[in-house]
Every structure is written in structure tokens, then in C-alpha cells.
């Protein structure tokens, strides 16, 4: 009897360590985030209204943690509203609280910009989506459930 569930536990084990792979291997997979890389002033439609479709996002980093997506907004002098969408390497700029979320930034000579960080896929198009997140959510949730009760 003891011996029988001795077996069980074992093969829960199993199922269980078979999850925890599985997951490690999501995480490495998607680890490399994919941003918009455009300036209106080269493309308008990289502008106020973004338009997606005429952008390919671009994998930062080649899988390095250290990037986030940005949206830069600056104002100039005459009023003109440059807008950049970049793959933005983290602690390039000194000072700037880089946890998700919009905030300004000023340098030492007086340049100030509002800067947008956000760390799921195509997230710097200027709304926020984390269907990629969910997504791998609902993945682990449906394997887990299938290992342990199948």
C-alpha cells in the first residue's frame, strides 16, 4: 500500500516538473519583446494616429531583459508634436524612473520630453494591450489543469 502511493506521488512529480519546463521554456521563448520603431517626422502616420499596419515591429534586444518599448512625445518651440515609438534600452537615460507607465524627463540643458514605457509586445502604439500576456496566462492554466487531472 505504501509502495502504491509512493508511485502516485512519483507520477505527480513528473506531471509537475513537466509543467515547470514547460513554463521555463515560454518564458525564454518570448523573453525577446517586439516594438514599433518609427518617428513622425520621417513617417506621419507614425504620429498622433498611429497607424500599425504600415509599421513591422521590431524584436529588441536579441532576448536581453533590458529593453521596453517607449513612446517619446516632445513639443518644440513652434508648437510642431514630434512623436517617436523606439525599443528602448534600459538606464540609457540618467534619472528617468523606467517602470512602466508615462512620465516627463528634463535633462541638464532644459530638453524635456514625456516619456511612455511598457514591457508586452507592440504595447508603445500608444494603448496599452497585454493580450500577449493573457494569452501565455491561459496557456499555463490549461496545461497545468491537463497534467494534473489527466
Known amino acids: 500500500m505504501c509502495r502504491s502511493g509512493h508511485g502516485e506521488m512519483l507520477r505527480m512529480n513528473v506531471h509537475i516538473l513537466r509543467i515547470l519546463f514547460f513554463l521555463l521554456v515560454s518564458l525564454t521563448v518570448v523573453s525577446s519583446i517586439r516594438c514599433y520603431e518609427c518617428e513622425n517626422g ?9 497607424k500599425a499596419y504600415q509599421f513591422k515591429a521590431k524584436k529588441c534586444g536579441d532576448g536581453s531583459p533590458y529593453f521596453k ?11 510642431w508634436v514630434g512623436i517617436a515609438r523606439v525599443c528602448y534600452e534600459m538606464g540609457t537615460l540618467y534619472g528617468l524612473n523606467e517602470t512602466d507607465g508615462c512620465r516627463e524627463w528634463t535633462n541638464d540643458i532644459g530638453f524635456t520630453a514625456l516619456y511612455c514605457f511598457c514591457s508586452t509586445n507592440f504595447c508603445n502604439k500608444g494603448s496599452n494591450s497585454s493580450s500577449s ?13 491537463y497534467f494534473l487531472f489527466h
Open 69 to 79: 518599448c517607449a513612446l517619446q512625445r516632445q513639443t518644440e518651440p513652434d508648437g
Open 133 to 145: 500576456i493573457l494569452l501565455h496566462l491561459t496557456s499555463a492554466i490549461g496545461l497545468t489543469y
Open 42 to 50: 520621417v513617417n506621419p502616420a507614425c504620429g498622433k494616429y498611429f
